[in-house]
T-cell receptor, first 117, second 113 residues
Framework: DSGVTQTPKHLITATGQRVTLRCSPRSGDLSVYWYQQSLDQGLQFLIQYYNGEERAKGNILERFSAQQFPDLHSELNLSSLELGDSALYFC????????????????FGPGTRLTVL | AQSVTQPDIHITVSEGASLELRCNYSYGATPYLFWYVQSPGQGLQLLLKYFSGDTLVQGIKGFEAEFKRSQSSFNLRKPSVHWSDAAEYFCAVGSYNTDKLIFGTGTRLQVFP
């Protein structure tokens, strides 16, 4: 158990809908990362938040957005869903100390499996 | 741009046999390299990492990896595979000025008794 929790475990929805995925980081971790794992794109970095602020952005679609709340949990919002958004969405957390780069070991949650029908 | 290539999509070995999973990276500066394992229905777990120093890195579960700069490789090895090692293995590269990880496409390991 990494200490990172994600809810829900599974989500089935229809095209055009909007969903919210939730992530609670490990106690003491300030950084939260979101990754998407799909069959055709593999495991891709979406976005990172550090202590409530966006720190880095990857291949995140404009239909997707995220935020990190004062209690450090994070939510990933996916809107106008398409069939191709079906994937496993991982959240990871790290201490996120400034300037430490990859020394900030990332601990991954179990993921949320999103199925868009 | 950083990239990671894992040439083997699927590998099958017998229990007790040795294992080597290949990883090649592309990065202009000193790379920071990682191997993660993903068991079915689980998140990713860090096996080992290389930042600098000794090019042979020891990890958890009896795994090791060797960094070879001349070959831009970071291959994962295990001398004797156990059935519980069946999983998907991801190589990843990071850089000092960003926390994000670039992952390879993964290698699925199947272990036969």
């Amino acid at each position: 158990d990494s200490g990172v929790t994600q809810t829900p475990k599974h989500l089935i929805t229809a095209t055009g809908q909007r969903v919210t995925l939730r992530c609670s980081p490990r106690s003491g971790d300030l950084s939260v990362y979101w990754y998407q794992q799909s069959l055709d794109q593999g495991l891709q970095f979406l976005i990172q938040y550090y202590n409530g602020e966006e720190r880095a952005k990857g291949n995140i679609l404009e239909r997707f957005s995220a935020q990190q709340f004062p209690d450090l949990h994070s939510e990933l919002n996916l809107s106008s869903l398409e069939l191709g958004d079906s994937a496993l969405y991982f959240c990871a957390s790290s201490v996120g100390a400034e300037g430490q780069g990859p020394y900030n070991e990332q601990f991954f949650g179990p993921g949320t499996r999103l199925t868009v029908l | 741009a950083q990239s990671v290539t894992q040439p083997d999509i699927h590998i099958t070995v017998s229990e007790g046999a040795s294992l080597e999973l290949r990883c090649n990276y592309s990065y202009g500066a000193t790379p920071y390299l990682f191997w993660y394992v993903q068991s079915p229905g689980q998140g990713l777990q860090l096996l080992l990492k290389y930042f600098s120093g000794d090019t042979l890195v020891q990890g958890i579960k009896g795994f090791e990896a060797e960094f070879k700069r001349s070959q831009s490789s970071f291959n994962l090895r295990k001398p004797s595979v156990h059935w519980s090692d069946a999983a998907e293995y991801f190589c990843a590269v990071g850089s000092y000025n960003t926390d994000k990880l670039i992952f390879g496409t993964g290698t699925r390991l199947q272990v036969f008794p």
